[in-house]
């Protein structure tokens, strides 16, 4: 069996000190340019492969970054690792995925194993941040970014789009196509700032255009398929079909569409359906489904970025972060006028 190629041996081939070749591999003192590329030609024909974790102890630094999600199957969360993941590499940085199924107690037992493995900074995503998770993140002393619907109710650093205007211009864009009845389901429960946001606008995009605004036509549920099918239920059952019905997460929206067939309504002839987030089932389902684009890739891809600024000690231009979006029309809303 081939003999491991060490350190010690690259410096003997070399003929400089062990101490020399930690240097040029580290980058950590000046070395002549001549060593160097002695060094480094050494390097390149033995196929030496440096310790990482000799490395770190040497230069301090893991190149590693925590990255906590809710469900890594989700594909709201496979798009932003995407770009997490892409950042991270073009940064020399490894990404340490934790998977913690949205449970609490599973995320606080994530922050300690990564603290354990020497991470310099976090990107948590999470359906609810609270005091526990900062109070927590901060104790450590690491640098993090947050992806959450609650990280606007905290002073942390966080990326995100305007959930006001968002609802407003997507019912806006059901109103100016001639909709007038228009049911609003918001894929959450819990009545944070985000979701009062999201229904500040949709409520007055409904009052500034002179339409009633109607409370049996607000629903709360989840963010599943099954959310949204049992909401839009709920409507027919309740003898309520809409012109329009705007749901704030795609995979919900599919299920109100499915509700609405199963009821022997057509989507878009009878009733028009949109979506928000525009995830990869938004582009195959049939209809194609209208929805809010939210630049998934592109949160992962900053908030990663926010956090080498600041394990690199650069200064943030901001600390909440929003990014533009738009309405991605398809086949899912039909025009009534």
Do not use: C
């Amino acid at each position: 069996m081939k003999r491991t190629v060490t350190i010690k041996d690259v410096a003997k081939q070399a003929g400089v000190s062990i101490s020399t070749v930690s240097r040029v591999i580290n980058n950590s003192k000046p070395v002549t340019d001549e060593v160097k590329q002695r060094v480094l030609e050494v390097i390149r024909r033995t196929g030496y492969i440096p310790n990482p974790l000799a490395r770190s102890l040497v230069t301090k630094k893991s190149q590693l970054i925590g990255v906590i999600v809710p469900e890594v199957s989700d594909s709201f969360v496979n798009e932003m690792l995407d770009g997490i993941e892409e950042v991270a590499k073009m940064y020399d940085y490894e990404i340490l995925l934790a998977n913690t199924y949205s449970d609490k107690e599973q995320e606080m037992k994530s922050l300690n194993l990564l603290r354990a493995k020497q991470i310099e900074g976090i990107v948590m995503i999470s359906n609810k941040i609270d005091n526990d998770h900062i109070e927590y993140i901060n104790s450590l002393s690491i640098p993090a970014t947050y992806i959450s619907k609650t990280a606007r109710e905290y002073d942390i650093n966080s990326v995100d789009i305007s959930n006001k205007n968002v609802t407003y211009d997507m019912t806006k864009y059901l109103i100016d196509k001639g909709h007038k009845e228009i049911a609003f389901i918001m894929t959450s429960k819990d009545k944070t700032i985000l979701e009062r946001e999201r229904l500040s606008g949709y409520e007055k995009a409904i009052i500034e255009n002179n339409l009633k605004l109607d409370e049996k036509l607000i629903r709360y549920a989840g963010i599943e398929y099954e959310d949204g099918y049992e909401s839009m239920m709920e409507l027919l059952d309740e003898n309520i079909v809409p012109q329009a019905v705007f749901v704030t997460g795609d995979e919900a929206a599919i299920g109100a569409i499915n509700a609405l067939n199963d009821r022997g309504y057509s989507v878009p002839d009878d009733v028009s359906v949109a979506g928000f987030s525009d995830v990869k089932i938004a582009r195959i389902y049939r209809p194609k489904l209208t929805t809010v684009h939210q630049p998934l890739y592109d949160i992962g891809a900053v908030a990663i970025r926010m956090v080498i600024k600041l394990i690199n000690n650069e200064s943030l231009d901001e600390k909440k972060v929003e990014l533009p979006y738009r309405i991605i029309e398809r086949e899912s809303v039909k025009s009534r006028n």
